[in-house]
């Protein structure tokens, strides 16, 4: 299987499979070309396909990461920072090679769209980094949309026997904005419009929505850390002032934070701080705690939307 691109030292393979048997017989080939170059190498994919890997691999599993992508990459938006670029910042003078399955055919829909946007911004975390990060999708499970996406988040595809060609339709940038979806207000949701001297008060106000919906006391712990963050950033860089809703949807608790300000910067809340870095990780932060972060942004403003299990 070659996943020689065109683009430079980062390679970004979508791998199209439509049985057990493929998707075996293409990843362990990627993992041993991976060794036998003295690659550093990681898998990250959901729990059952981690079993067909390492039955694949046999006793061949010495030096491999192993992650279960639905515990790592539940909140689609922490792994980059946290298993992508965590392995790879691991080895700075190494060319890593990982497989990385952030969609599955259990996803939901409000999931999706922050799904799609992580593998689209995986091009632009990793632009001249000397890694491979191979991406493998069930076309015999997923819907026609979530193909159509891969074929534009991944400069290379690769069929289930191997075969290997450039997209034409890669346009990764015109998927992040496709999926910059406006969130639209809740109307049963608990509101709390707040300025800098009700920092204390929305944080209290937050906590015990959640705790009335049900959320459980170390849930919300996560929640003061990232209201507090979100709030915070609201009035430092927001306009001085925001809005916080809660409510609860489908088994979660749901908090969203809206402000005047505008991110500019697509990899916000997903480029590990550098080394001595002072601020700068609040966003981060929130993905780090949250099962999952809707965000949209335009000129009008900001909203951060974060989902808690409950």
């Not at 003295?38 to 059952?48: S, Y």
């Not at 290379?156 to 346009?171: H, K, Q, V």
């Not at 609040?282 to 403003?301: F, I, N, P, W």
Request: with cysteine.
């Amino acid at each position: 299987m070659s996943t020689t691109t065109a683009h430079g030292p980062f390679a970004h393979p979508a791998l199209f499979y439509r049985s057990r048997h493929e998707y075996t017989q293409q990843t362990v080939a990627f993992l041993r070309e991976g060794k036998a170059n003295g690659e550093p190498v990681a898998v990250a994919v959901p729990g059952p396909n981690l079993e067909l890997i390492k039955n694949g691999l046999g006793g061949d599993t010495d030096g491999i990461a192993f992650f279960d992508m639905t515990e790592a990459g539940r909140n689609p938006g922490r792994i980059i920072p946290k298993v992508l670029r965590g392995f790879a910042d691991a080895h700075p003078t190494e060319r890593v090679r990982i497989i990385g399955e952030p969609i599955w055919a259990g996803r939901s829909a409000v999931e999706y769209p922050a799904c799609a946007q992580h593998e689209a911004l995986i091009n632009a975390a990793f632009d001249g980094r000397a890694a491979t990060i191979l991406c493998p999708y069930d076309e015999s499970r997923l819907d026609g949309t979530v193909i159509a996406d891969a074929r534009m988040t991944h400069p290379t595809l690769i069929s289930g026997d191997g075969r290997a060609e450039i997209s034409d339709a890669y346009d990764w940038e015109a998927v992040v904005a496709r999926y910059n979806e406006a969130l639209p207000s809740v109307p049963d949701a608990a509101v709390f419009s707040y300025g800098g001297d009700d920092l204390p008060a929305v944080r209290r106000f937050a906590l015990t929505q959640a705790a009335g919906l049900g959320l459980g006391r170390e849930r919300l712990m996560d929640v003061e850390l990232a209201v507090a963050e979100l709030t915070t950033n609201s009035v430092v860089h927001g306009g001085g002032r925001g809005t916080l809703a809660a409510w609860a949807e489908q088994g979660q608790v749901v908090i969203e934070v809206r402000d005047a300000g505008r991110l500019t910067d697509p990899l916000a809340g997903r480029r590990p701080p550098e080394r001595g870095q002072i601020g700068g990780r609040g966003l981060m932060l929130v993905h780090y705690v949250s099962d999952l972060v809707r965000l949209h942004t335009a000129e009008a403003g900001t909203a951060v939307r974060f989902y808690l299990s409950l």
